[in-house]
Nanobody, 124 residues
Framework: QVQLVESGGGSVQAGGSLRLSCLAS????????MGWFRQSPGKEREFVAA????????RIGDAAKGRFSVSRDTGKNTIFLHMSNLKPEDTAIYYCAEAFGGSPSEDFFDYNLWGPGVQVTVSS
């Protein structure tokens, strides 16, 4: 059974950086795109970034462009979200997700497996 587990969250001051990791344990077939979404209280879950199965293609959400990037280590079944110049409005629970297919997608409904999420808090 495949499980996704995020790590690397925490508290940081505005302007700081964090790197989130997501391990897909139990996964032997790595031909799935993966993505990051986030959700803050009272708001809908928002697309942050996604990466194709090979790592060659990525998509970055509007709020993250120029500040965040996504990468993956296929040999370790792990993806990363590199966040820099963090702002208080980036405060949210960040979720890792695995897609049905191999291409990165911004659509929530293209993902069928989710991690429990990790808290990121950015203070001003």
């Amino acid at each position: 059974q495949v499980q996704l587990v995020e790590s690397g969250g925490g508290s940081v001051q505005a302007g700081g950086s964090l790197r989130l990791s997501c391990l897909a344990s139990g996964r032997t077939d790595r031909r799935y795109a993966m993505g990051w979404f986030r959700q803050s209280p009272g708001k809908e879950r928002e697309f942050v970034a996604a990466i194709g199965w090979s790592g060659a293609s990525t998509r970055i959400g509007d709020a993250a462009k120029g500040r965040f990037s996504v990468s993956r280590d296929t040999g370790k079944n792990t993806i990363f979200l590199h966040m820099s110049n963090l702002k208080p409005e980036d405060t949210a629970i960040y979720y890792c997700a695995e897609a049905f297919g191999g291409s990165p997608s911004e659509d929530f409904f293209d993902y069928n497996l989710w991690g429990p999420g990790v808290q990121v808090t950015v203070s001003s």
